[in-house]
């Protein structure tokens, strides 16, 4: 929560101009975000939210960005008192950390946004706030430094520690050839990236982000104009929808993945990938209950598409290749936000695990891997604490593929 704190109080009518630009630890400077609004208390207060940073950011890696949310383009800060909380789909984990509500209370308006440097292990930005009247001159300004926002999936398949606890490829041996595919890197756009490094064939592939039943998805820095602009499709199991268009080709994306006999074993970080109870038929009933709001739960996860297979287990399917084994969760996978990302828990912990006792503790059967992992989430974590899901997060991260695999063969 950034939690500017202008006070209009005694201010003349007038326009003004609000300022904002973050930077990061080596001096890098983003754009500038301008916002004209008026001060005039003989008017009644206009204010809306806005969330465009998506419009402003057009490369990655990219430079440092800040994103004012609470003020838009020609509001007014008039003589009443105004608040607004914005739902989960105009501001992503608002319910959580309250980092965009609106509030203008006795001529205080509360600017808040975000800031964040949209590259590879970019954790820390600061962010400068500045307003100026129409005679050019400053009537207020502010800092935030060294603001933290952490890319969860990048570090969790990374190479960097925090709090002493690395990524999965800071346990992996130095020989093993690295393909790292981030939003952040510039290198993961969309399916096709996925589709076209898993055709090279892999000892392991290691996805981490958002899932369902058909879907693994990632967000690209910063969540830029949140969720529906800041999402990235990875790869899915089928394109057929209920609602218009209907489809897009291939039907089937995963389907097209062709890397023959280099079948990698696949860890998915994500909620659902994994649930194997799933059907066409049921997934499509399951979208009924947005035209009859009475309509039973379905609890299928896969928001009335008919999904013929979980993601996980297609990918063992695939005839011309895909995966030799998968690891995922059945049901919703927890993270850990923040700096505690990587030692805290959950989905993020429990795969980084599997892949340091693979390549720092040398179980090389598949079973015994997964097994150990386990067993070590167990002997890490307090088992009572259901808030915090870790029971459940042992219990739904299943194995599919044979547990007796030694995994790189016997010579």
Known sequence: DLNFQWDTTGLPTGAYTIYAQSNNPSAEYGPIETINITVDKTMETNLTFHHDDNLRIHEYPGLPMAEIVTVS???????TDFTYTPAENQAYCNEFYFWANMSYLSGVLTIRGKSYDPKPYGNLSSIHVWIKNNADAVVFEDWRNDTEMYYEGEYTTGEQPLLGRGGALYYMPEEFQRNILWASNGLFTGQQDVIDAWDEGAGFMFISGHGSPNVWADHYPGVPGNRKYGSITGLSVT???????FYSLPLFPMDTIRNKEKLPIAVI????????NVSMVYGFLEGM??????????SMWCSGQPVPETFSWRLIRNPHGGAIATMGNTGLGYGMPGVDLTTGGGDGW?????FKQYGT?????????YQQTLTSYINTFDMTDLAAGHPKSVQQWVLLGDPSLKIGGYE
């Open 239 to 245: 394109t057929l929808r209920p609602w218009p268009p």
């Open 350 to 354: 429990i795969t980084i695990e599997f």
């Open 289 to 298: 209950i947005y035209v009859f709001p009475n309509w039973p739960k379905m």
């Open 269 to 276: 970080g994500g909620c659902h990938n994994s649930d194997f």
């Open 361 to 369: 503790e040398g179980l090389d059967v598949l079973g015994q891997a």
């Open 73 to 79: 383009e020609g509001n007014i800060l008039g003589n």
